[in-house]
């Protein structure tokens, strides 16, 4: 079966077009695009990108081209305008390429990234440390002070492929170290494991891709530093990062920019 690639968060009215949200999905106590399309004026379908998932070969399949293209082979309502693409944090790397693929006889769709994030081996760091501390309470202090250490072990930071597939491998491990202590079953921690490796590919996928975002709406939190191709023309607004994405402003901008 094919995997699915979009998520439906809110069909679209009468003749109305599309909005295409793309995102990996909020982390727990993180707002995310499905309230933004609750939040959203107008009659536009709101759909979110799935990423595709990552094999064994995680440098040869974190190709961004690889993501637009499956993302594009698989448009929601194929018949109807994409009106406009919205992106979350390193989803902002993705923008460019769908907007191509969804310039239809009316024209290109409007670009509106949030929050836009350029991806580093301090962000797959964090967010790797970030994983591990949700498995705190099940994991003995040798194992927790081995995990947190990992970033001093790492040859080259900059080499983002290299640091994924060793994330993967020491989130493997703390995975089975957890689920083991706490009597999970199998199959959840495979679909663990399959998780975080899908968000390690999706980030090196970003990373593979930076740069600036032509023509693009910039909305900001307050406290999200922007990369410097957008720095001097954002819509800076008093929210914070892990809110943004509820805050009914944002919704606005959004409606504002693909009426235009």
């Not at 974190?62 to 929601?76: G, K």
């Not at 290109?108 to 949700?134: K, M």
């Not at 640091?163 to 495979?190: F, N, Y």
Request: charged letters at 25%; hydrophobic letters at 40%; aromatic letters at 6%.
């Amino acid at each position: 079966m094919d995997r699915q690639l979009w998520r439906c968060l809110r069909r679209p009215e009468g003749s109305a077009g599309t909005v295409l949200a793309v995102d990996f999905g909020p982390r727990p106590n993180q707002q995310g695009f499905a309230r933004l399309a609750a939040n959203l004026p107008g009659g536009e379908g709101v759909y979110l990108t799935v990423p595709p998932g990552i094999g064994t070969d995680l440098r040869g399949e974190a190709e961004p081209e690889r993501y637009v293209d499956r993302w594009a082979a698989a448009l929601p309502e194929p018949d109807r305008p994409v009106r406009a693409i919205v992106t979350f944090c390193a989803g902002a790397a993705f923008a460019d390429g769908l907007r191509r693929a969804c310039t239809g006889p009316d024209g290109a769709p409007a670009l509106v990234t949030i929050d836009p994030t350029e991806v580093g081996g301090e962000l797959l760091h964090s967010e790797f440390l970030a994983a591990t501390e949700t498995f705190r309470a099940h994991l003995d202090e040798q194992m927790f002070a081995e995990v947190t250490a990992v970033r001093d072990t790492l040859a080259d930071p900059d080499d983002l492929p290299s640091v994924a597939e060793r994330l993967r491998e020491e989130q493997r491990r703390v995975v089975e170290h957890a689920t083991a202590r706490a009597g999970m079953p199998e199959h959840l921690r495979a679909m663990l494991c399959a998780r975080f490796a899908d968000y390690l590919g999706y980030l090196v996928a970003a990373a593979r891709r930076p740069g600036p975002v032509e023509h693009a709406t910039v909305i900001a939190s307050a406290d999200h530093p922007l990369p410097g191709w957008c720095a001097d023309h954002p819509s800076r607004l008093v929210t914070e990062h892990d809110d943004l994405l509820g805050d009914p402003q944002v919704a606005r901008l959004v409606h504002g920019a693909l009426s235009a």
